[in-house]
Nanobody, 127 residues
């Protein structure tokens, strides 16, 4: 069982940066793949980024590639999402998630592969 708590959201101007954090409870955090998803009002949940359990592999959604960076610190049980060059279309509630299975070979974009979700943190980008 993993419990996740996001933080770091807020209001930022176009072109600005934010770093989201996802603090995890549980001794096996380092065994889970982690992902970030977002959902804007009236839209479907969107994959943002994923990282393998040992940070050896990453995946990014097309809309954030080159601007966002996912990372993790297994010693601290925290995953991060560094967001640069933010645009109004990045406005959404951002969720971190941990995979259902341990030691997945590759990071996964499929929300169905994630069993544990945080409560979300709001990111608003103003123009």
């Amino acid at each position: 069982q993993v419990q996740l708590v996001e933080s770091g959201g807020g209001l930022v101007q176009v072109g600005g940066s934010l770093r989201l954090s996802c603090a995890a409870s549980g001794r096996t955090f380092s065994s889970y793949g982690m992902g970030w998803f977002r959902q804007a009002p009236g839209k479907e949940r969107e994959f943002v980024a994923a990282i393998r359990w040992n940070s050896g592999s990453f995946e990014y959604g097309d809309s954030v590639k080159g601007r966002f960076t996912i990372s993790r610190d297994n010693a601290k049980n925290v995953a991060y999402l560094q967001m640069n060059s933010l645009q109004p279309e990045d406005t959404a509630v951002y969720y971190c998630a941990a995979t259902r299975l341990l030691y997945l070979r590759y990071p996964t974009r499929d929300g169905g592969d994630y069993a544990y979700w945080g409560q979300g943190t709001q990111v608003t980008v103003s123009s």
